[in-house]
């Protein structure tokens, strides 16, 4: 288990509300797998295994988020509102148990084990690959 101290300082930046939000969703995380590393991408804590992301946290004015990379696969659908895949999350009554949040780290860890090792990871929605876009015979400057 490696901690970033960036997260703690993420944690301690966020409104009162937030913090105790925060730091349940980290202790639970962590508590899912050993290997879980912490690291600060666009801006938000996240958290990886293998060099993969997993999951990922967030707090904004008046809620928190808690969002997984594959997350249709992992949790299911997503919910109206929010960012993340439990929807707004303002109070620690309105986290999911953290059995049930264990549960789908360890799922998404069998995702990145999976790809990892070249198997297909199961139900992970696959993307297209991008069309390139040809480019018209028009005049050039």
Do not use: N
């Not at 962590?30 to 879980?36: K, L, Q």
């Amino acid at each position: 288990m490696k901690r970033d101290p960036r997260v703690t300082v993420y944690i301690q930046a966020r409104a009162p509300f937030a913090r105790p939000i925060l730091r349940r969703l980290r202790a639970v995380i962590h508590e899912a797998h050993s290997a879980v590393e912490e690291s600060i991408r666009w801006g938000m804590p996240t958290f990886l295994y293998r060099d993969r992301i997993v999951c990922g946290l967030g707090a904004f004015k008046a809620h928190c988020a808690l969002w997984f990379k594959d997350g249709k696969a992992v949790v299911g659908r997503k919910p109206e509102g929010g960012m993340g895949h439990f929807g707004r999350i303002t109070s620690l009554d309105d986290l999911p148990a953290a059995a049930t949040i264990q549960g789908y780290v360890r799922k998404a860890i069998e995702f990145v084990d999976r790809q990892q090792d070249g198997t297909p990871a199961g139900d992970r929605p696959r993307r297209r690959p991008i069309a390139r876009q040809r480019r018209t015979g028009g005049p050039r400057s």
